[in-house]
């Protein structure tokens, strides 16, 4: 880019997935966003430069980070066009590079989304044709600038997209496992139970391993993306290497040792494969203890601890299955779980009631197109009543 810099301070949108939007909020807060405000799978705040790097290397629970550059009004689609060249595209983008449009339309009158892109590529084109005679290439795959073009009905706002590939593409994942758990979605899910590596983690139905990473992750303070050597900004023109140095040096200085074990285990040896590949990409095969192991043979080291799972469910289990399972499962966190915390995602809302036991919370998610429910369990030893009578009977202590 060659005069483009926004004047500090300038609007940042993140984007995320559904319900995780406070997650991220809370993520952006640690970071020294200010102006923060939650929308739909999105949160906005301003910020500079400097921010917008911390951005694409700290958060976990964020998929893009853009700077908006230009909004207008468009009572037709035609007006995209009009609208767009009032825009100097040359300070975003320089003929030797080339650029893309993602576009996302929710509009009444334009009834494909193509449509609106080539309308916004040819003003783009156009505004360069006018003042050099020639353009800057379209590369779909690996541009050099990529635009976001937003239409709701009437509206039209255009950012410029500092991730390049979506921040969930950690880049520890070697290969395609069986229903892979999305890396934003599992590390949304642990920060939503709290823990932040203080006790034991186990997640014993562990798939290619994701939950087990991102929990080492945060247990570490490791940023999510300090493995991936390329973002979008990295094309710009504008570029600060010295700041993006910086920002990394900062963070990989507050890399701590962890605490506690990580436990993941799978009955499937060809997800343990899989899982011990990303494992070992992420570099954690001295942090996390994986073992060929059926849920039924699990057994806390410690009293204390957390249990995060993404058992089967939706098109990966067969309804004649699903309820026994659940309540296997459920039978097992009560006889060989006292005392530790369970957290279970599933889309089978009647197959978590049949776990047997009383959530003390419940949170909705997505996993992708499925409609998910996130319970919490907590294990106490003994009966439920009995535990009551224990309570009533202790004095009360306050802070």
């Known amino acids: 880019?060659?005069?483009?810099?926004?004047?500090?301070?300038?609007?940042?949108?993140?984007?995320?997935?559904?319900?995780?939007?406070?997650?991220?909020?809370?993520?952006?807060?640690?970071?020294?966003?200010?102006?923060?405000?939650?929308?739909?799978?999105?949160?906005?705040?301003?910020?500079?430069?400097?921010?917008?790097?911390?951005?694409?290397?700290?958060?976990?629970?964020?998929?893009?980070?853009?700077?908006?550059?230009?909004?207008?009004?468009?009572?037709?689609?035609?007006?995209?066009?009009?609208?767009?060249?009032?825009?100097?595209?040359?300070?975003?983008?320089?003929?030797?590079?080339?650029?893309?449009?993602?576009?996302?339309?929710?509009?009444?009158?334009?009834?494909?989304?193509?449509?609106?892109?080539?309308?916004?590529?040819?003003?783009?084109?156009?505004?360069?044709?006018?003042?050099?005679?020639?353009?800057?290439?379209?590369?779909?795959?690996?541009?050099?600038?990529?635009?976001?073009?937003?239409?709701?009905?009437?509206?039209?706002?255009?950012?410029?997209?500092?991730?390049?590939?979506?921040?969930?593409?950690?880049?520890?994942?070697?290969?395609?496992?069986?229903?892979?758990?999305?890396?934003?979605?599992?590390?949304?899910?642990?920060?939503?139970?709290?823990?932040r590596g203080e006790t034991d983690f186990y997640d014993p139905m562990c798939g290619s391993g994701t939950l087990a990473i991102e929990a080492n992750m945060i247990a570490r303070n490791m940023p999510p993306q300090i493995l991936r050597n390329e973002f979008g900004f990295m094309y710009w023109m504008s570029f600060d290497r010295e700041l993006w140095q910086s920002v990394k040096r900062a963070a990989t200085e507050k890399i701590k040792v962890p605490t506690h074990r990580i436990y993941a285990s799978d009955a499937d040896k060809f997800q343990l494969r899989t899982a011990t590949e990303n494992i070992e990409n992420a570099g954690f095969e001295d942090d996390i203890e994986l073992s060929l192991r059926d849920f039924m043979e699990m057994k806390p080291a410690q009293p204390e601890g957390i249990i995060v799972m993404n058992p089967p469910y939706g098109e990966r289990m067969d309804d004649a299955n699903i309820i026994p399972m659940y309540k296997a499962i459920g039978d097992h966190l009560k006889h060989a779980c006292a005392g530790l915390n369970a957290w279970i995602i599933s889309s089978d809302e009647a197959a978590l009631k049949r776990v047997g036991l009383k959530p003390s919370r419940k949170i909705a998610l997505m996993n992708g197109t499925l409609d998910c429910k996130f319970y919490r369990f907590d294990l106490f030893a003994g009966k439920r009543n009995e535990r009551h009578n224990k309570t009533t009977d202790t004095p009360s202590q306050t802070e």
């Open 1 to 195: 880019m060659n005069n483009f810099f926004p004047q500090t301070p300038f609007r940042i949108t993140i984007k995320t997935l559904q319900n995780l939007e406070e997650v991220l909020a809370g993520e952006m807060r640690e970071l020294g966003a200010n102006n923060i405000e939650i929308g739909r799978r999105v949160v906005h705040c301003t910020g500079d430069m400097a921010l917008v790097y911390k951005c694409n290397l700290h958060l976990r629970t964020a998929l893009r980070v853009l700077i908006p550059v230009v909004e207008f009004p468009i009572r037709q689609a035609d007006d995209i066009h009009s609208q767009a060249l009032k825009f100097d595209w040359t300070k975003l983008l320089d003929l030797e590079q080339t650029f893309a449009i993602d576009p996302n339309v929710n509009s009444e009158f334009i009834k494909h989304s193509n449509y609106a892109s080539v309308k916004l590529k040819d003003a783009i084109a156009d505004t360069f044709n006018r003042k050099f005679g020639k353009r800057p290439s379209v590369d779909p795959d690996r541009p050099d600038v990529l635009l976001h073009l937003h239409v709701d009905n009437h509206r039209v706002s255009i950012s410029l997209d500092s991730s390049g590939e979506t921040l969930n593409r950690r880049g520890y994942r070697s290969r395609g496992a069986r229903a892979p758990l999305n890396e934003v979605l599992a590390a949304g899910m642990i920060m939503l139970t709290g823990w």
